[in-house]
């Protein structure tokens, strides 16, 4: 009878050790995922601003929008929504180091490295796309 205990014990103690094993790959998984989605969302978000601030400037004899709100109240409109009001968006915080007439430069960063995302965009004009590592800046 003691057999019995002792073999059903370790018998659940092998399957709680399995699933949670099972659960940490398909966590790690999810969240790899879930990086994955938000990178790419936050590229086409990125190449969306710059397009209607491209266009923006074509229409307006080559002056930049000293704000997205402009981009937002015009009629057609150019973005559907002012980013860096609304954010963070999927995963990544929007802002402008630099928004005047005569150009700009957009960032998107992770709300959490490693969590949201691992990659830091920046925009700039002209539509560059910058790439960095936000891993590496939170070290330093």
Not at 73 to 84: A, K
Not at 98 to 113: E, I, Q
């Amino acid at each position: 009878m003691n057999n019995t205990k002792a073999r059903s014990f370790v018998t659940i103690t092998i399957t709680i050790a399995i699933v949670a094993l099972l659960l940490r790959f398909g966590i790690e998984n999810l969240i790899k995922f879930n990086i994955i989605q938000n990178e790419a969302n936050a590229l086409d978000t990125l190449k969306l601003v710059s397009t209607a601030l491209e266009n923006y400037a074509r229409n307006n004899v080559g002056i930049y929008p000293v704000s997205l709100a402009i981009l937002t109240q015009t009629n057609p409109q150019y973005l559907p929504i002012d980013y860096t009001v609304q954010s963070p968006v999927k995963g990544y915080q929007y802002t402008f180091s630099r928004l005047d007439p005569y150009g700009y430069s957009c960032r998107a960063t992770p709300v959490s490295c490693s969590l949201t995302g691992k990659s830091i965009f920046t925009i700039t004009t002209g539509g560059l796309i910058m790439t960095e590592s936000c891993i590496k800046k939170e070290e330093s």
